[in-house]
Structures are given as C-alpha cells and as structure tokens.
C-alpha cells in the first residue's frame, strides 16, 4: 500500500469558490489526486492519497481518497471541482463519512494523521525535502507513506513534527511540483515491483 499525504497550508475549507485555483491553490491538490491514483486506462487500486487543508474558515480539513474503493471519477479539473465542493459542502454527520465512493472528509489533523499511521507500525514514514537523502538510494518498505507540501510548502513546525515518526527523503536539490514528485515516486515503486 502507497499513501500520500498533501499538506495544504492555504486550501480552502468551505465549498464557497469558484475555482479549485481561488480557493487555496486546491488545483495543487487536484494534480496531485490525479498523480496519485490514476494511470492512463484504470486506477491505482493501491493507494490512498490524504490532503490536510489549512486554509480559512475552519481547518483542519482531512479528505481521504481511497483507490481500493473509489469509482466514478475522471480526471479532469471539472469533475473534482465538483466532488471536492460537495464534499466540503457537506456537514459532518459522523467522524468520517464518505460523501462519494472511495472519498472520507473528517477534523482529522496532520498530527493525529500522522501520529495513527506511526503508531499502527505498519508502514515507514518519508517526509519529502530538497535536503533530504536521496529517493534513489532508499529501499521503500512494502507499505510506504510519502508526505509532501504545496506550493507554499510544509510549515517548519509540521515538518519536524513528521519528522519524529519519518526519514527526510529527497528527489535532489531541483524543487519540483508536489504531483510531479508523487508521479516520480510512483515510477520508482512500479519499478521496484517489476523486479
């Protein structure tokens, strides 16, 4: 199981936008479900992508997409402009409720997050940074969880606190786009498999 975790300093969480860009930079978040989960004809059945929003008027904000169980999307901007509105429309009933196949929203935080994944002790934790060790020189464990920022970045405080339960990974000293390291993460884990 693969699992990517979006720190998202400046996404909105409420469905009060026009467009995923004006409401935090959620496009950000948009390429990077895409990155995660789809390949060109199917989906990744073996990963859960989480984004924790931040932004105005009432963060945290934890979606989970969960690939084993998500169906009726497509890729384009459109379709998860309108899940992604629906499902910060929606008023919490339970903890996590799912609001469409595969999708959960609850006021889980990056901490709590995190610190469930480090205490379930069955996956190894890798916190993406320019100066971290290098990708190419890791032996991923079978259940990997990758942790990334936006545009804007991982405040330091949540950088260190992810820290205490992972290693600092890197894909070298080139900052890229968060959905382009998740496309390269995904290719080196492929690779891996075939092997």
């Not at 073996?46 to 890729?75: C, E, M, S, W």
Request: proline share 4%; aromatic share 8%; hydrophobic share 40%.
């Amino acid at each position: 199981m693969r699992e990517f975790i979006l720190f998202s300093r400046i996404g909105q969480t409420d469905s009060n936008f026009g467009s995923l860009h004006d409401a935090g930079r959620l496009d950000i978040m948009h390429e990077c479900i895409v990155s995660s989960l789809f390949l060109s004809h199917s989906l990744r059945r073996d990963v859960v992508f989480h984004a924790i929003l931040n932004g105005p008027p009432n963060p945290p904000v934890h979606i989970k997409i969960d690939g084993q169980t998500l169906y009726d999307v497509r890729t384009n901007m459109e379709t998860w402009q309108g899940i992604i509105k629906k499902t910060l429309a929606s008023k919490l009933q339970t903890p996590s409720q799912q609001l469409h196949p595969g999708i959960n929203k609850d006021k889980s935080s990056f901490e709590a997050l995190l610190k469930s994944k480090a205490e379930a002790g069955n996956c190894k934790i890798y916190v993406l940074e320019e100066r971290g060790r290098e990708l190419s020189e890791i032996e991923f464990e079978e259940n990997s969880v990758f942790v990334l920022g936006d545009h804007v970045g991982m405040p330091r405080k949540a950088e260190l606190f992810a820290l205490r339960f992972g290693e600092k990974v890197s894909l070298g000293k080139t900052p890229y786009l968060a959905a382009s390291c998740i496309t390269v993460i995904n290719y080196m884990l492929d690779q891996k498999v075939k092997v």
